[in-house]
């Protein structure tokens, strides 16, 4: 099994609303995925579909189980994190870590009070005594120290510090990262998850617009700060999109060669939170895969 | 991780979520009964005096036994019971609305725990474990009221032994009162559980769909039937065994017939499937 999620055919309907619509994609095993769309895009909507947590159309398989039979079964090899506040506040921090004790058979309650210690959260306190960073911290030891092959998270820093947001991806890089483990995120804060990322998919009105390793997105997109002289001669390789700048423009081209973009400017890496945003902001209906 | 581990886990769960409902309320009680037991042999002694104190008859352990020691165990089984009931609906109202109502349940579903695991532990602790609870707190309350009582009798008439008149009569009533207690679990599944189901699906105001749509059912039968059966039988099994008429604490003896046993048992069932059947697909609120 190379996959740790495969997602074949998911629809969702709300209604009139069609939130998930034939939508396509795998996470391989060991891949740290990044599921980026804007508001309503469909993200939570498939997250939850990939974690048995609504009924859908289509098949989905997390680590060869599927979600639609057995989902507790597979919550033992998957940790999921929403975005904050879902812990309940009445519960104890201590209580916390003695029921998931008691009901998952991989948590190691030493790694979790090893990390807890780090932080400034008082054990004997309740949820509702803590700030919205320490219950994001509170969650975040606890799945750490389940031991989990699939994490799952789903806006996890949202609402939180720029502190505690560098303190959630460095714990997950130093915690969980490696030895195959596999990270699925969706996120607004694209740059502060760009370094973790091994692929990339964009979704937007319930459809996959992108779907692609980041190696090849690096090498397929490039971003061009173009000077002032050449920008008749940039649009005219048709660029993704355009930004204008003091001394000229930036543009993100798609598919066209390094040495055709060398004399039109500072040639670069492009960002992904730009590169988001010029397929959004472009009338893109088809997919794009690399 | 074994089933018995994890159900004895979600009970502890349930007893941090619902502190003051499933342990608090009943030390309490205990707690309240034996000062009123001891400030009331205190004030006694005090206003009387032990001198002064005549009764007109003779107290023999026959007459603690069947008199007094049975009433005070009977008012005690009875109160505590029925609050138990209440408590018991309270907690089921709330026991799968709440995690909905604050999302706590996607945190809950991200632990390795089935819904039917989840709604079994609801369920058993809202029929057998606040009940039960309930009715160990209230033989404890006679028994330590019992003994207060009993210190102040050895001051005020020696050579009557209340305690021992009196723990025989709470004997027989507790015994009485603990096959009523396995009863009434089959006896008002149909209505605890019918308050767990609507606390797992509704939206909003689980009290009033609880409460809304028996009436409903009333009203639709009043209207088109001669008479409201499915209400009737329903309202039978919301009244606790003890208070129904077919439990009596001086004769004893309490029954359900077998047919109305079994349909309560089977359609207490449906609604406990139904009820996992809603945790597993209906979530935020």
């Known amino acids: ?290 | 991780m074994n089933r018995v581990t994890t159900l004895m886990a979600l009970f502890q769960r349930e007893s941090w979520e619902h502190p003051n409902l499933i342990w608090r309320i009943p030390v309490g009680l205990i707690i309240l009964n034996v000062v009123l037991a001891i400030a009331s042999v205190m004030f006694g002694l005090e206003y009387f005096g032990t001198e002064n104190l005549k009764f007109e008859f003779e107290f023999n352990n026959q007459d603690l036994q069947g008199g007094p020691g049975q009433a005070a165990a009977t008012f005690f089984l009875i109160s505590y019971f029925l609050l138990s009931q209440i408590i018991a609906v309270g907690y089921l109202l709330s026991a799968l609305y709440e995690e909905r109502k604050d999302r706590s349940i996607l945190f809950w579903k991200s632990l390795p725990v089935s819904d039917f695991q989840v709604v079994l532990s609801k369920a058993l602790m809202g029929l057998v474990v606040i009940p039960g609870l309930y009715l160990l707190a209230a033989m404890l309350t006679f028994l330590l009221v019992t003994l207060v009582l009993s210190l102040g009798m050895t001051f005020l008439l020696p050579g009557i032994e209340l305690f021992e008149g009196f723990l025989l009569a709470g004997l027989n009533v507790g015994g009485d009162s603990l096959r009523v207690f396995v009863l009434q679990i089959i006896w008002g599944a149909p209505v605890l559980l019918w308050v767990l189901l609507v606390s797992g699906l509704a939206r909003g105001q689980p009290l009033v769909w609880a409460m809304g749509i028996p009436l409903l059912v009333l009203v639709v039968e009043t209207a088109f039937l001669s008479e409201a059966r499915i209400f009737d039988w329903f309202y039978a099994h919301a009244t606790p065994l003890f208070f129904g008429g077919a439990w009596n604490p001086v004769m004893g003896g309490a029954s359900i017939g077998l047919a109305d046993g079994f349909l309560a048992a089977g359609i207490g069932l449906v609604l406990f499937a139904l009820t996992v059947f809603g945790r597993r697909h209906f979530h935020e609120i």
């Open chain 1, 1 to 290: 099994m190379s996959n740790a999620i495969s997602v074949q055919g998911l629809s969702k309907r709300f209604g009139d609303h069609q939130a998930l619509d034939h939508v396509s994609f795998e996470v391989p095993k060991g891949a740290v995925v990044g599921l980026i769309g804007p508001n309503g895009a469909g993200k939570t909507t498939a997250l939850k579909a990939i974690l048995g947590l609504s009924a859908f159309e289509g098949a989905v398989e997390v680590l060869g189980q599927s979600p639609r039979s057995a989902p507790h079964q597979m919550m033992t090899s998957v940790g999921y994190i929403s975005d904050v506040g879902i812990l309940p506040r009445w519960l104890k921090v201590n209580d916390a870590l003695k029921f998931t004790q008691a009901i998952h058979p991989q948590f190691n309650l030493e790694k979790a009070r090893a990390i807890l210690a780090k932080t400034d959260i008082p054990v004997k306190q309740r949820v509702k005594a803590l700030s919205k960073g320490m219950v994001t911290q509170l969650h975040l030891a606890l799945v750490l120290a389940m031991d989990v092959q699939l994490l799952i998270l789903d806006e996890p820093t949202l609402g939180l510090d720029i502190v505690y947001r560098s303190q959630f991806y460095q714990q997950i890089l130093n915690e969980f990262l490696g030895e195959d483990r596999t990270l699925l995120i969706s996120t607004h804060q694209v740059e502060e998850i760009e370094s973790l990322l091994t692929h990339l998919i964009f979704i937007d009105q319930g459809k996959i617009r992108l779907d692609a390793e980041l190696d090849n997105v690096y090498s397929r997109y490039r971003a061009v700060d173009v000077v002032k002289s050449q920008i008749l001669a940039a649009r005219a390789l048709n660029p993704l999109s355009e930004q204008a700048q003091i001394e000229g423009a930036c543009m993100i081209f798609d598919g066209v060669s390094a040495e055709s973009l060398a004399d039109l400017g500072t040639t670069r890496r492009v960002g992904i939170a730009e590169l988001f945003v010029a397929m959004m902001s472009r009338d893109a209906k088809s997919t794009a895969s690399i």
